[in-house]
C-alpha cells in the first residue's frame, strides 16, 4: 500500500510503521520501524531447529564424558565444537532477530540514520545530507543464488533499498515485498529530498 506525504503516520503492508514528528519545526524528523517478525510456522521450524542443535551437544557431551579420550580425540571434539558453536550463534542470532528485532531508519535535517536494532537497541549508522547519494531498490540479478538464500526465513539477509555513500553501500529494508519496498522509497525519498533543502535554505 502507498503513502501520502500529508499523513503524519500509518503502515506499510503488515511489517512497516512511520511516524512524523514535529512537522514544520526545526526537528522535524520522520521514523520508520520495519518488524522483522516471520510466520508462526517459520518460528516454530526456527525454534525446533535450536533445540535441536543444542540437544545435539548436550548428547555429544554426555558421551564424550562417560569414556577415557584416546589419540586425537581432544583435536576431534575440538574441531567439532567449533563448528557447533559457529552455527549454534548463527542459529540463535536469527532466531532473537525474527523475534525481537527491527530496523529503524530515522530521516531529520541533518541526515538519514539506518539501525539493526534487538528491542530498543542498536548501534545506527548516520550518514549527512549531502554525503550519500541514489536512494534506490537494490537491483536484483537472477543469476546471484545467494540472493535466494538471503531472502529464506533462517537469513537475516534479503536487503531491498540502498544508498551509496563514498566507497560504501548502505542496505535495509530486508525481505520487504516488491510492493512495500516501493512503497517505503516513495516515503523515503522525498522526505530525505525536502529535508536536506531545508539544511541548505537555513
Do not use: C
Not at 526545526?26 to 518460528?43: C, F, H, K, W, Y
Not at 536494532?117 to 554525503?131: C, E, I, K, S, V
Amino acid at each position: 500500500m502507498g503513502t501520502r506525504k500529508e499523513r503524519a503516520s500509518g503502515d506499510i503492508g503488515v511489517r512497516i510503521g512511520f511516524n512524523w514528528h514535529d512537522r514544520g519545526t526545526a526537528t522535524e524528523r520522520l521514523d520508520v520501524e520495519i518488524s522483522q517478525g516471520t510466520t508462526p510456522t517459520n518460528m516454530a521450524l526456527l525454534s525446533t531447529w535450536l533445540v535441536l542443535w543444542l540437544g545435539l551437544e548436550a548428547a555429544v557431551l554426555y558421551f564424550w564424558t562417560q569414556e577415557p579420550t584416546q589419540g586425537n580425540a581432544g583435536l576431534g571434539y575440538g574441531i567439532y565444537t567449533a563448528f557447533w558453536a559457529f552455527f549454534a550463534f548463527r542459529i540463535g542470532k536469527v532466531w532473537m532477530w525474527r523475534t525481537r528485532g527491527k530496523e529503524i531508519i530515522t530521516v531529520d535535517r541533518r541526515g538519514i540514520s539506518v539501525a539493526m536494532a534487538f528491542g530498543r537497541r542498536g548501534l545506527p549508522d548516520f550518514f549527512a545530507h549531502g554525503a550519500y547519494q541514489k536512494l534506490e531498490r537494490v537491483k536484483e540479478n537472477p543469476t546471484q543464488i545467494l540472493r535466494t538464500f538471503e531472502k529464506a526465513f533462517w537469513s537475516m539477509g534479503g536487503e531491498t533499498l540502498q544508498f551509496k555513500s563514498g566507497k560504501r553501500t548502505m542496505v535495509f529494508g530486508k525481505q520487504l515485498t516488491e510492493r512495500d519496498a516501493d512503497a517505503l522509497l516513495r516515503l523515503l525519498r522525498p522526505a530525505a529530498e525536502r529535508l536536506s533543502k531545508k539544511v541548505e535554505s537555513a
